[in-house]
């Protein structure tokens, strides 16, 4: 995850981003109906079971929209929830509650379905030395977010951005024109600007491997697609030299056999981008 300052700044522009995207010009419907002077009040229903996040942000925008609106926090973020459960209630102006409604629910629905999916890989792990990473398999726009629910959910963030370290890949590889020629390259570009990046390169098979290890740049070497049997083989091969992730198809099936290989870190672009929203509503009373 970025800095704290760097993540405060990545919160504040999804927030003004996404009021400006829903609200346009103006909340009509309610400006039409209710008057500008209405008070009352509403609280957040659970309608599902699972762990809930994005409270703390629900409150950064029910903030942004109106400073004046009261919230009140009834259930933290990363506890279980189930059907009946009251994770909020807000009061203030009809209006401004309203105008933040989507925005909140939105965000939080998503949130939370990504930190019930962490949690749940986090379990399976459980016992192991392995840590589960995100990616940036994110949607566009939103990555603080669905980086900010996975940490609620007890996994581990990767890189934030392409700036957070170095990761060389098959593409980079490929177009370097091979493993020592791009790690090579790499090296000589963080000395010329004055960067201190860890450096990941992905391997192929065994071979490029231990061409990694013989160039003995890398911080850590992320296996890719390999099988079961490869991995193990991997992990020897690569001992106490440097970190090892592993990544590729590796679902809620298989994860524990890759992560009792010895493996470092799993990887998996799944805790973002394949989950099902969890069933929230915002209700007045």
Same mark, same amino acid.
């Given at each position: 995850?970025?800095?704290?300052?760097?993540?405060?700044?990545?919160?504040?522009?999804?927030?003004?981003?996404?009021?400006?995207?829903?609200? &346009?010009?103006?909340?009509?419907?309610?400006?039409?109906?209710?008057?500008?002077?209405?008070?009352?009040?509403?609280?957040?229903? /659970?309608?599902?079971?699972?762990?809930?996040?994005?409270?703390?942000?629900?409150?950064?925008?029910?903030?942004?929209?109106?400073?004046?609106?009261?919230?009140?926090?009834?259930?933290?973020?990363?506890?279980?929830?189930? +059907?009946?459960?009251?994770?909020?209630?807000?009061?203030?102006?009809?209006?401004?509650?309203?105008?933040?409604?989507?925005?909140?629910?939105?965000?939080?629905?998503?949130?939370?379905?990504?930190?019930?999916?962490?949690?749940?890989?986090?379990?399976?792990?459980?016992?192991?030395?392995?840590?589960?990473?995100?990616?940036? *398999?994110?949607?566009?726009?939103?990555?603080?977010?669905?980086?900010?629910?996975?940490?609620?959910?007890? &996994?581990?963030?990767?890189?934030?951005?392409?700036?957070?370290?170095?990761?060389? *890949?098959?593409?980079?590889?490929?177009?370097?024109?091979?493993?020592?020629?791009?790690?090579? $390259?790499? /090296?000589? +570009?963080?000395?010329?600007? *004055?960067?201190?990046?860890?450096?990941?390169?992905?391997?192929?098979?065994?071979?490029?491997? $231990?061409?990694?290890?013989?160039?003995?740049?890398? $911080?850590?070497?992320?296996?890719?697609?390999?099988?079961?049997?490869?991995?193990?083989?991997?992990?020897?091969?690569?001992?106490?030299?440097?970190?090892?992730?592993?990544?590729? &198809?590796?679902?809620?099936?298989?994860?524990?056999? +890759?992560?009792?290989? &010895?493996?470092? +870190?799993?990887?998996?672009?799944?805790?973002?981008?394949? /989950?099902?929203?969890?069933?929230?509503?915002?209700?007045?009373?």
């Amino acid at each position: 995850m970025k800095n704290p300052a760097t993540f405060k700044n990545e919160i504040e522009n999804i927030i003004a981003n996404a009021i400006r995207e829903d609200v &346009g010009s103006g909340d009509h419907s309610s400006m039409a109906c209710i008057p500008t002077k209405a008070f009352g009040k509403a609280r957040l229903l /659970v309608k599902d079971k699972g762990v809930l996040a994005g409270v703390k942000f629900a409150e950064k925008v029910f903030s942004y929209v109106d400073p004046k609106l009261h919230f009140v926090v009834k259930i933290k973020d990363g506890a279980h929830v189930k +059907y009946g459960n009251i994770a909020f209630e807000v009061m203030g102006s009809k209006q401004s509650i309203l105008k933040a409604e989507r925005v909140v629910l939105n965000a939080m629905q998503r949130m939370s379905a990504i930190a019930t999916k962490t949690e749940k890989f986090v379990g399976i792990l459980e016992g192991t030395k392995t840590k589960i990473l995100d990616t940036r *398999k994110t949607t566009p726009g939103i990555r603080a977010l669905e980086k900010w629910a996975v940490s609620i959910g007890g &996994g581990t963030n990767h890189r934030f951005a392409l700036d957070d370290m170095i990761m060389l *890949k098959d593409n980079h590889i490929d177009f370097a024109g091979s493993i020592t020629n791009a790690l090579e $390259q790499t /090296v000589a +570009y963080l000395k010329s600007n *004055k960067l201190d990046l860890k450096i990941i390169v992905e391997a192929r098979d065994l071979d490029e491997i $231990q061409e990694i290890l013989n160039h003995g740049g890398a $911080q850590r070497i992320l296996i890719d697609n390999f099988g079961i049997h490869e991995t193990k083989m991997a992990v020897k091969l690569i001992g106490h030299h440097c970190e090892i992730e592993s990544s590729g &198809g590796i679902n809620e099936e298989t994860l524990r056999h +890759y992560a009792e290989c &010895g493996v470092d +870190y799993i990887s998996s672009g799944a805790l973002t981008h394949s /989950v099902h929203n969890l069933d929230l509503s915002l209700k007045a009373f």
